[in-house]
T-cell receptor, first 111, second 117 residues
């Protein structure tokens, strides 16, 4: 079963615009992670935010976490065509280091 | 540093045939994971190893799936016999293991795309 649900399922934007993806989950977590998957390539870890953190930045990425609403958002600023990929949130419940992935958001950045 | 290596990258078999996937994790990574990813879905954990011990195989369909990690390094996932519904991408991942916080980031291989006809 999948805990995280990303929204929207698909997003199409122009290069230079910002992209925002949301993730909702159901049970308490130890941390929440975002991964990117390009076609033909494996999953790549982007950023991790712990349950006691509210916001985290990494380059053009900004992640927020609201544990009271059980939700997270990933913002990609100044998007590039190379950002075209599927983005997954994954929750770590903490008890057995098991990551539970959502279905992903397919982001298309048009040049 | 080499990443997680998986082979083969693609496999096409007929139903009821056996198939095996191989994974070599990043050197020094004690924890190894096998995931299944269906089209349009996120990965789902099949089994997790800490060194050579399978510590979570609750999602592994044990009637037809088996896995081993004999020396605590590389691992093999087998399906016998394969069914049409097994068509998917099989991903292997590894992480540092039982160190403080070291379970956090998982490094994924490119996956094996299995097609069962």
């Amino acid at each position: 079963s999948q805990q995280g649900e990303e929204d929207p399922q698909a997003l199409s934007i122009q290069e230079g615009e910002n992209a925002t993806m949301n993730c909702s989950y159901k049970t308490s977590i130890n941390n929440l992670q975002w991964y990117r998957q390009n076609s033909g390539r494996g999953l790549v870890h982007l950023i991790l935010i712990r349950s006691n953190e509210r916001e985290k930045h990494s380059g053009r990425l900004r992640v927020t976490l609201d544990t009271s609403k059980k939700s997270s958002s990933l913002l990609i600023t100044a998007s590039r065509a190379a950002d075209t990929a599927s983005y997954f949130c994954a929750t770590d419940g903490g008890s057995n280091y098991k990551l539970t992935f959502g279905k992903g958001t397919l982001l298309t950045v048009n040049p | 540093e080499a990443g997680v290596v998986q082979s083969p990258r693609y496999k096409i078999i007929e139903k009821k045939q056996p198939v095996a996937f191989w994974c070599n994790p990043i050197s020094g990574h004690n924890t190894l994971y096998w995931y299944l990813q269906n089209l349009g879905q996120g990965p789902e954990l099949l089994i997790r190893y800490e060194n050579e011990e399978a510590v979570d195989d609750s999602q592994l369909p044990k009637d037809r799936f088996s896995a081993e990690r004999l020396k605590g390094v590389d691992s093999t996932l087998k399906i016998q016999p394969a069914e049409l519904g097994d068509s998917a991408v099989y991903l292997c991942a590894s992480s540092l293991g039982d160190l403080a916080g070291a379970h956090d980031e998982q490094f994924f291989g490119p996956g094996t795309r299995l097609t069962v006809l």
